[in-house]
C-alpha cells in the first residue's frame, strides 16, 4: 500500500526523520493539500464538512489556529466527518498573512504533495470554487491559478476604497493586483513563497513579485457563514500598505524619476521667469516671490529623489528576518480521519 501522505517531525537543530503517519491508498499526486488560516471563527467547522462533502478523502487539512482563545478549531471538527489532517495552533496571533506562511512552511517540510490550496475559513472561498482553481492548475506552463473575483458583495466604503487602492498600487508599482488569497499552487510555487520574507507580510503581492506563471480564474465570492469580517478599515489599510512594501524597491525608483520630472520642470519655469524679468514683463516682487518657491521646490525634489535613488540601489535588507516557522507553532495536532485518537506533537 503506497503511502501518500508522510509526515516528519522537525525541530531546529535536529535532523528530520519520516514516520509514516497517515494510511492512505490515495498515491501523493492525487493528494491535495489545503491551508487554512482561522482566528476565532466557529465558521470553520462548517468549511471543514463542505471540503469533506467536496473532495471525499482526497485531501489532507492544514488548519492554521492564528492564537485563538474563544473559538480554538477543535479536532473532532475533522474526526467527525471523516477528514485527515493537522491543526498548527500558534503560540500567538501572528496575522492572516504570517499564518498562511506557516502553513506552507509545515506542508512543504511535513507533507508529500503536489497541488495545495489556500484559502479562508468564513465562506466566501467555496469548495466548488476551489475546483475550478485546481482544474486551471493542472493545466501545463502554470504556477498558481489566482481567484479573480467576479462578483463582490461588499459595504460601498470598501468597494471605494478597493479601487483606490488599486488605483495607488498601479501608480507606484506599475503593475494591477486583482486577486487576494484564494489560490492552488504546485509545490515548486509554494517552495518559491517560503522562500521570500515578503510572503509573511502579502501572499498576493508575494505572488507578482516571485516572477512565476500565474494564472487568473474568474470566481464568484460566497457568502460567508456567519458574521461579518473582522477586518476593520485601519486594518485594510494596513494590508494594502503591506502590499506595496513588497515592491519598496520599485516603488522609490518611480518616486526617483517624479521627482526628476518635477525638477525639470521647475528649471524650466525659473528660466521662463528670469527670461519675463529680462524683457520687463514681470511686475515688481514678482519674480523674486516666485523664484525663491521653485527654488525650494527644486531643492526638495532632489533632495527626495537622491535618497529613494540612494535606497533603492542598496542591499535590500529582509522585511523578516530568518525565522523558523516552526518557532511559532505551540502544538501540531494530527488527526489521522479514522479514529478519534489524535497526535500530539509539541514544538519547543
Not at 90 to 113: C, D, F, M, P
Request: one cysteine or more; aromatic letters at 8%.
Amino acid at each position: 500500500m503506497e503511502q501518500g501522505v508522510r509526515l516528519k517531525v522537525s525541530q531546529k537543530g535536529t535532523a528530520a526523520k519520516e514516520e509514516p503517519a497517515l494510511e492512505t491508498n490515495q498515491p501523493a499526486e492525487s493528494i491535495t493539500v489545503i491551508v487554512i488560516p482561522t482566528y476565532e471563527d466557529a465558521a470553520a467547522q462548517q468549511l471543514i464538512k463542505n471540503l469533506s462533502t467536496e473532495y471525499g478523502t482526497s485531501f489532507y487539512l492544514v488548519v492554521v489556529d492564528d492564537g485563538s482563545i474563544e473559538n480554538q478549531v477543535q479536532s473532532s471538527w475533522l474526526d467527525d466527518v471523516g477528514v485527515s489532517g493537522c491543526i498548527l495552533r500558534l503560540r500567538k496571533n501572528v496575522g492572516h498573512q504570517a499564518a498562511i506562511t506557516v502553513g506552507i512552511n509545515y506542508a512543504l517540510e511535513n507533507l508529500s504533495w503536489q497541488r495545495l490550496i489556500i484559502m479562508d475559513s468564513d465562506g466566501e472561498d467555496t469548495p466548488r470554487s476551489s475546483r475550478q482553481l485546481l482544474e486551471v492548475l493542472d493545466r501545463k506552463q502554470i504556477d498558481i491559478a489566482v481567484a479573480s473575483r467576479r462578483s463582490r458583495v461588499e459595504t460601498i466604503k470598501f468597494k471605494v476604497f478597493y479601487k483606490f487602492y488599486k488605483l495607488i498600487f498601479f501608480l507606484l508599482v506599475g503593475r494591477t493586483i486583482s486577486f487576494g488569497n484564494f489560490m492552488a499552487m504546485n509545490r515548486d510555487a509554494a517552495r518559491r513563497l517560503a522562500a521570500s520574507p515578503d510572503t509573511w507580510h502579502h501572499v498576493a503581492a508575494s505572488v507578482l513579485n516571485a516572477k512565476l506563471r500565474v494564472t487568473h480564474c474568474a470566481i464568484d465570492r460566497g457568502s460567508r457563514y456567519t458574521g461579518a469580517s473582522k477586518m476593520n478599515f485601519v486594518s485594510l489599510v494596513l494590508h494594502g500598505f503591506r502590499g506595496i512594501m513588497v515592491f519598496f524597491d520599485r516603488v522609490l525608483v518611480r518616486i526617483s524619476i517624479v521627482c526628476i520630472l518635477c525638477a525639470v520642470v521647475a528649471v524650466v519655469a525659473m528660466i521662463a521667469i528670469a527670461s519675463l524679468k529680462v524683457m520687463g514683463l514681470a511686475s515688481p516682487g514678482w519674480f523674486s516671490t516666485l523664484s525663491g518657491i521653485l527654488v525650494l521646490i527644486l531643492f526638495q525634489v532632489l533632495i527626495l529623489g537622491l535618497l529613494s535613488m540612494f535606497i533603492a540601489g542598496s542591499k535590500r535588507v529582509a522585511l523578516v528576518s530568518e525565522l523558523d516557522y516552526s518557532n511559532l507553532i505551540h502544538r501540531v495536532i494530527s488527526v489521522s480521519g479514522k479514529s478519534t485518537a489524535s497526535a500530539l506533537k509539541k514544538y519547543k
